[in-house]
């Protein structure tokens, strides 16, 4: 039983072994949060979890004979403002000629196995999960909240979120709706989260919280470069092994914040939702109002707990079905190669020589469609430029095709080029007012808050897709959203624009994919400005970064590997001098850094050497070779490139028989250590394994403690025995457990 219930107390105890989470009813009606953290022991009654004291001579109380009784200092589970309690709160609903105080006291509940899907949002899935929902009812309001909790059977892992239902006569307007808040009884964490720009996205920062608000947020129309919707509170003395963090992740792609008000007692109270700045929901009689989901995991086992419980939700629970266990293509795509500048013979000699080293995939990027010889034009004009393609895209299809490639596509749906013709078409599909307007490389953001343009883009993309046979499409979005107004809307629901927009976004993604589940898609934003579990519902990978530069990749991907899988990383060897950094990195660093990913290239293959087109064919063949490794085990960060002039880390398979270890040094080090190992994890201690390329084998408890032995690195004199050296360097070692009879030959 993963839901305990205790009715005379009102209590209510999610608990799988792993995590418990607890909440009661309290004596206003009001639900009040009593516990969550490391799995407790289940007993009758949790009441005494709950204390609570006079907070202070000048605070305010919910009943005139018990001062005690303060929301300022009772940790709530869905907590409102302006009742007694002054902080941030979780929803603010109201309705004309009275204050924005809701009060929601509790009706009942309602328990179900597995998971209900979350109408038009992007959300988890499971059968092996139960869900608990508590309906609450404010009688004058006249609404009924929601508050939805699933617990995962066998993942460290509780998800939330809302919903409110308008049942009266009168309009109802939402300007605050979070997805959860949880308050924590102590603030001694770090706040650990992931920020960046275009071509640095996803860099670890850590703070410690403080006593006021500290969020990241985004209120660019996407969940941005710049803040991932992902959040970690770890604890002092936690590291990436060991010890006690929460990890948060919003499954949502457009604004939001993720705050934690720290207050005068030193409580934690986190919100996670959509950014209320802005937002107004018109709630008519009878609707309601859904918020996106809030992933919550719970690890004892450091930040690597966290991620591994993240990525095993998101593999299995998350991404479309069809792609859990399938291997995704090796690619080639044209971007870097050609930018603009191509036509039909040049792509195909492309795509001929990609083939003959072993690449599956030819993705032709931009540029293909409208008169788009610069990123200046065409946006929208989804028909074949036929100056570029004579032939049509279907005859480069066919020719990809029988070169024994796949083919896939780039596109940007969401957009519109002032200079198009479906801009001189339809002027008003473009988000904003024509009497003002910000510049954002050269285009405007279709209305996606409308369903027919939504249609249209439907109808555009699936005859291309039917006509080529498409397999994949990578689906960009390169600008964020300026002047938000939709000229559909009324006034009083301009508040409603972002919130509608990616709904629209949502739903192209759900016609295309439902229609057509063979068609692999990459979600991208300039790189990495989209990367976010909402995206990931639809999109099982996405374009980590523009910038494809292998050392700036370390950080990039560590980065990332904190909540989302390796295997949804797009990662490609792309030419030297890197045209992000002008820096150059050996072809081997390359992909080195690449392999941790779903694997591809991003260069001109005419333009390569023969040794380097067989040291690609080698690349190829030992990714192949790992994929599935790659796809389904679990992945540990062992040295952080934020700290260290070195980063590792490696991916062990589920039954610990095989591992792929990426070490990486960035600058060379004069004159280095002798000795120079690097500690392990994950291994079976007991197994013995050999490493590839080395006769020698290890007990896994040895490359634990120990290390696994470095090749000797270049110091000045050792030139003839050194087996690395310079800057840019790495290596990447597979591990085999062996069997017996080889482990006791190689052991003596
Ligand atoms: C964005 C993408 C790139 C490429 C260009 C094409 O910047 O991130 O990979 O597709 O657009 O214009």
Known sequence: MLIHTNLEKQQFHLSNGKVSYIFQVMKNGHLGHLYYGKALRHRSDFSHLQTYDVPTAASCHVYEDDPAFSLETLRQEYPAYGNSDFREPAISVGKDNAPNVPDFKYDSFRILEGKPRLEGLPATYSDKASTIQILLKDEFLQAELTLNYTIFQDKPVITRSASLKNYGTENLVIDRMMGASVDFPDKDFIFTHLSGTWSRERHVKERRLEMGNQSISS??????????PFLALKRLEATEHTGEVFG?????SSNFIMQVEVDHYDTARLTVGIHPFGFKWNLLPHEVFQTPEVVMVYSNKGLNGMSQAFHSLYRENLIPAHWRKEKRPILINNWEATYFDFNEDKLVKIAKSASELGIELFVLDDGWFGKRNDDTSSLGDWHVDLTKLP???????KKTSNIGMKFGLWFEPEMISPNS????????????????RTFGRNQLVLDFSRPEIVDYLYKEMADIIKLTKLSYIKWDMNRNITEAFSQKLASNQQGEFFHRYILGVYSLYERLTSEFPHVLFESCAGGGGRFDPGMMYYAPQAWTSDDTDAIERLKIQYGTSFAYPIYSMGSHVSAVPNHQTLRTTPLLTRANTAYFGTFGYELDP????????EEIKGQIVFYKNHRDLIRDGLFYRLLSPFLNNEAAWMVVSQDQSEALVGYYKVLATPNSPKQQTLRL??????AAYSVAGN???YYGDELMQVGLQLPT???????????RGGDFQSHVFYLRSIDIGEKDKRME
């Open 219 to 228: 209120l660019r129309g996407a969940s941005s470069h710049h803040h991932n």
């Open 391 to 397: 032939n049509g895209l279907e005859s480069l299809a």
């Open 681 to 686: 994890s994950g291994l079976n201690e007991t």
């Open 606 to 613: 005419l333009t390569l050497s023969e040794e380097e087109r």
């Open 695 to 697: 006769n020698q084998a």
């Open 713 to 723: 690195e270049f110091n000045g004199v050792n030139g003839k025995s050194a087996e």
């Open 248 to 252: 948060f992740n919003f499954v949502y």
């Open 421 to 436: 013709e479906l801009y001189r078409e339809h002027p008003d599909w473009a988000v904003g007012t024509p009497h003002q």
